[in-house]
């Protein structure tokens, strides 16, 4: 148990988390860390910092304001890095997705991370789909055995980002490498991650087969227009996650789904603007039985952390709350001295399949065994 908690902010998308942190009593912003000036400053100035706390360089941060905890959201390629530095210097990591761009910056990561733990300090992935209320819910219903033993599953990230891809001046921005410089499922976590727990805490996936469409819209990078990776689980199960920031379409959207032997659900999507469950053993007449219910109507089985005063702060925050529950999460399980929600052990186990299915698409969709690291 602690009292209190001094953050630092590092990279503009750490600003997401100010809410979060600012909600749980004993927790204080007090740096900030961004290379670009007028980023730095607006990051400092939103989370309430003073110019002296506002830094360009992460290990002069580190070294002159001495956080008890990071909140990295800079580059995907500086994730890895960034936290193994963190906790090699005692100081708790919560680092955006993925966790790393390559299979031996996960090996670093995980046992600088286990021997940080033996101190009692902590890592967490900040996979904000995992505290999406609708998918907390159907991971509660889930882990209470309404929809039976759970066989199938889909997570879908479909989001055009194309204009995020290069600068004003045409050059590439770290996207243009680390998400579509290269083929696979680059940016599977959004997916996958809610998607596995639904298949239990300990869940991981055994192999991947990973299949694109071919590039359409942006002839000048690599990645395929739509990509498929097939995760076959440890435990038997199937799931297949899609993965799309290049086709031209409206607005971003995530699409999930679960089947299992009882019942399933399926997210909003098209003519359904809700989301629906159905559950086979409230339905005895095989006549009676084929009709959807809403998935709200079952939101007794939420956990009361979400359900509790601060539900209604996290409802203003991004991501559908997500980005405040995992930074309230976080903190709360850092001043508590219990483990954080998302240990390094789940955030490999969301992050090497989509390096995995690099290498799969490549060798033309051969299944590909994932490494337990």
Known sequence: MRETLGVALVGKRAGAFIAGFSATPGVRIVAVCERDASARDALGTRAGVSAEARYS??????????????????????????????????IHALCEVTA?????????????????????????????????????LVRALASSGRFGRLYYAEGEYLHDVKHLHRNADG????????????????????????????????????????????????????????????????????????????????????????????????????????PVVWFGENAPDPKGSRRWGSLWDHEEALPGWMTGPLAQAATSAGHGGGDFWVAHTFADAILKGTPVPIGIDRALAYTVPGLVSEASIEAGGTPLRVPVI
């Open 100 to 136: 790393a761009v390559t299979i031996n910056e996960c090996r670093v990561l995980a046992s600088t991370a286990q021997r940080a733990a033996l101190s009692g300090v902590q890592y967490m992935l900040a996979e904000n789909a995992c505290f999406r209320r609708e998918l907390v």
């Open 171 to 274: 050059t590439p921005t770290w996207r243009a490498t680390w998400q579509v410089g290269k083929r696979g499922a680059t940016y599977a976590t959004h997916s996958l991650g809610p998607v596995l727990d639904w298949f239990g805490p300990d869940s991981r996936v055994e192999t991947v087969a990973c299949h694109g469409t071919g590039v359409w819209t942006d002839p000048g990078l690599p990645h395929d227009d739509s990509c498929l990776m097939i995760c076959n689980l440890a435990n038997g199960g199937l799931v297949r996650i899609r993965l799309d920031m290049m086709s031209n379409r409206p607005e971003g959207a995530s699409w999930y789904q679960v089947q299992g032997t009882l019942g399933v659900y399926e997210a909003a999507r098209g003519s359904a603007p809700h």
């Open 57 to 90: 360089d992460y290990g002069r941060m580190l070294a002159d304001a001495r956080p008890d905890a990071v909140a990295i959201g800079t580059p995907m390629d500086l994730h890895a890095e960034q936290s193994i530095i963190a906790l090699g210097m005692g």
